[in-house]
């Protein structure tokens, strides 16, 4: 059975600065948003974690970087809202993906938990950043899944 989500999520953030060995940290905030989020929706909703597709745990599944990142953008491309942690607030990939949501006018919310000093464009190109995850997840959970 196929369910169509009536809201398509795709969680940014950095992975490549923790690599393998610090993989927990790019997943675990992941895992609790998805849940939380999935949890109280009254939509359906579809999180996409672009870990469960190309992560530094599995073996290699694909042949090339350009592959990973054309299948990401793609992703993002075709979300609905765009939700960013800012632990790697050098993260070329997570800027991509920013800069792509932003000029295609899909709402990016950000978690900067670890109060990092933001670059400008980051500031401007998210509707809101939050400091910490409840604030997020009620934010996101009133205004647009709701």
């Keep these: 059975m196929i369910v169509i989500a009536d809201y398509i999520i795709y969680l940014a953030g950095g992975m490549q600065k923790f690599g393998k060995d610090g993989f927990k940290k790019a997943q675990e905030w992941r895992t609790v948003l998805q849940s939380e989020l ?3 929706s009254k939509k359906e909703v579809k999180i996409i974690n672009p870990n469960d597709y190309f992560n530094f745990l ?3 599944q694909y042949q ?3 592959e990973v990142m054309e ?4 992703k993002v491309r075709n979300s609905d809202l765009i939700i960013v942690n800012f632990n790697d607030v050098y993260s070329l990939g997570t800027m991509s993906e920013l800069a792509i949501s932003y000029d295609r006018r899909i709402p990016i ?3 900067n938990a670890e109060e990092q000093e933001l670059h400008p464009w980051q ?3 998210c509707n809101r950043i939050f400091a910490n995850m409840d604030d997020l997840v ?7 899944l709701d």
Excluded: C, H, V, W
């Design 38 to 40: 999935s949890k109280y």
């Design 58 to 60: 599995d073996e290699p």
């Design 64 to 66: 090339s970087q350009r």
């Design 71 to 74: 299948f990401d953008l793609n």
């Design 109 to 111: 919310l950000g978690l």
């Design 123 to 125: 500031i401007e190109m």
């Design 138 to 144: 009620s934010y996101t959970l009133a205004y647009y």
